[in-house]
């Protein structure tokens, strides 16, 4: 039932509510984010709403309400205590009211009720503490008391984690705070469970995330320790770039040579063979063919330098278990089926040992193919510098032994 109030009731608080929000507004420290105004008139929302199921007189009503936007007035001047300090402040107001010394020790009583773990011990005292403590059963908890935490921290209080906070609040849902009227039980109590809900669930999701961290964190720190120092894997690194450069270089001399005989063999084509027919010029025969022969040997000995080996491209599960086939080179595995490779690699990351064993075959037989091109390389180098002094040789013997006497015959 809904209490009629007088008009001097209204009038008390009213002024009381004035001083409060001007006393709040001008000399409470801004680093308060949840002991304000808005926790204050918050209160005095909820304990009108209690007031307005509860059968009271009219006095105790007032005092209610007054203790409602005076419990936190202590603020001002204490964060610790301020229960006192709130009562000290209180009485100095409510004297200048001309309120009686009974009725004001009535509100600090009350007052002094909203003290943490005070236990209530009539319904006016459970009226106020329900009233003060209504946030815990309001869909708005989970915000409200993260501006706790960061109130505590800004005045020094205290200083928790996200983590601590939340087991702090569970912990206090479910050990140490306890609606007492039947109104708070059956208006609040839900949301409040829902609240402790959110706070379990949120726990428990980070206890997983914090073990799914755990798990990654241990197994990057086993794959470190099983790992070779940084300073082995720049030395797979550079070595194998210097064999593939290696090989470009190979390669590119191979080339080369190609380049500069076929273009000799077009010229010699082109310009001697024609000549050779003539019987003035047959003393000609014997320095181009052996330019030709020359030519002709160190192109055939650049393909076989550069030409490709051909592999079987296939290995067995044995191979594999075994360690006895390298899947890092494609020459192993081109003829193999895409779910038999990608089988094989998950066994090769499996055995750090075969990872590394296979880098080191890669290394190792391709450094035997680099061996290879640069002994045909060097051998074709040879014949190419070797053939083109014999034969430029010869043209110089040839003409001067053959061509002037055959010239002064005819």
């Known amino acids: 039932m809904v209490h009629l109030i ?88 409510l004297t200048s009211k001309n309120f009686s010394e009974e009725r004001i020790k009535n509100v600090c009583d009350l007052i002094m009720a909203t003290e943490k773990g005070y236990e209530p011990k009539n319904l006016k005292e459970e009226i106020i503490a329900d009233a003060d403590c209504s946030h815990l059963g309001k869909e708005s908890y989970l915000e409200t008391t993260e501006m706790l935490r960061e109130e505590l921290s800004l005045l020094g209080i205290a200083d928790y984690s996200p983590a601590d906070w939340r087991n702090a609040n569970i912990k206090m849902f479910q050990t140490e705070h306890r609606f007492y009227t039947d109104f708070a039980i059956n208006k609040w109590q839900e949301n409040k469970d829902n609240n402790l809900s959110k706070l379990i669930k949120a726990r428990k999701k980070m206890k997983k995330l914090e073990k799914k961290e755990k798990v990654k964190a241990q197994y990057k720190a086993q794959i470190k320790d099983k790992s070779p120092e940084r300073g082995v894997q720049t030395m797979y690194r550079v070595t194998m770039r210097n064999h593939l450069k290696l090989s470009d270089i190979a390669d590119t001399k191979a080339n080369i040579l190609l380049s500069v005989n076929a273009i000799i063999i077009s010229l010699v084509l082109a310009d001697l063979m024609p000549k050779l027919d003539s019987p003035s010029n047959k003393y000609l025969i014997l320095p181009t063919a ?121």
Not at 9 to 37: C, G, P, Q, R, W
Not at 58 to 84: M, R
Not at 382 to 394: D, E, P
């Open 6 to 93: 007088t008009k001097t009731m209204a009038d008390i608080i009213k002024e009381t509510e004035d001083y409060v929000i001007s006393l709040l507004t001008n000399e409470l420290d801004s680093n308060f984010l949840y002991h304000n105004i808005r926790h204050t008139q918050r209160v005095v929302k909820s304990t009108q709403e209690l007031l307005n199921f509860y059968n009271l007189d009219v006095k105790d009503s007032e005092d209610l309400l007054l203790t409602a936007w005076l419990h936190d007035a202590g603020y001002t001047k204490s964060a610790k205590s301020h229960e006192k300090e709130s009562c000290i402040i209180a009485r100095e107001f």
């Open 290 to 410: 052996l330019f030709m022969f020359f030519s002709v040997i160190s192109m055939v000995l650049s393909i076989i330098a550069t030409r490709p080996n051909i592999t079987s491209g296939e290995f067995t599960k044995e191979d594999v278990k075994n360690k006895k086939v390298n899947l890092l080179f494609f020459g192993n595995f081109h003829k193999m089926k895409l779910e038999d490779y990608e089988w094989a690699i998950q066994e090769l990351i499996k055995d750090q040992a075969y990872v590394y064993s296979s880098l080191t075959k890669d290394l190792y037989f391709l450094g035997l193919v680099l061996d290879r091109k640069y002994k045909l390389l060097r051998i074709t180098y040879a014949i190419f510098m070797v053939g083109m002094i014999v034969s430029v040789l010869s043209f110089f013997l040839a003409l001067h032994f053959y061509g002037p006497r055959e010239a002064v015959l005819l």
